[in-house]
């Protein structure tokens, strides 16, 4: 099991950039399958990027271009580097692990998740 803690959040103007950090503790952090998910008030959680054990990556059509995940499996470090940022961009960020392959931007095939870590972008 993994133990999630993400930090980065912010608030910024649109276009400007912020870059998420998601420290897991715990053993075989390379096994797993991470994404950050987002949620607004009101709205339902969504994905917003994955990526696998092998560093296969997706996006939400949303972030295309301007959104990149990333990891670091020596730091058991996830990142998500957020440039182009838009005021519908604004949210609790969340990231999340699920042991294996997750192909699909589903909250609800991750088990595990951190606390989350705001985002505000002004206009």
């Known amino acids: 099991q993994v133990f999630l803690v993400e930090s980065g959040g912010g608030s910024v103007q649109a276009g400007g950039s912020l870059r998420l950090s998601c420290a897991a503790s715990?053993?075989?952090?390379?096994?797993?399958?991470m994404g950050w998910f987002r949620q607004a008030p009101g709205k339902e959680r969504e994905g917003v990027a994955i990526i696998d054990n092998i560093n296969r990556a997706k996006y939400a059509d949303s972030v295309k271009g301007r959104f990149t995940i990333s990891r670091d499996n020596a730091k058991n470090t996830l990142y998500l580097q957020m440039n182009s940022l838009k005021p519908e961009d604004t949210a609790m960020y969340y990231c999340a692990a699920q042991m294996g392959w997750v192909p699909r931007l589903v909250a609800s095939e991750y088990n595990t998740w951190g606390q989350g870590t705001q985002v505000t972008v002004s206009s």
């Open positions: 715990g053993n075989s952090y390379s096994s797993y399958s």
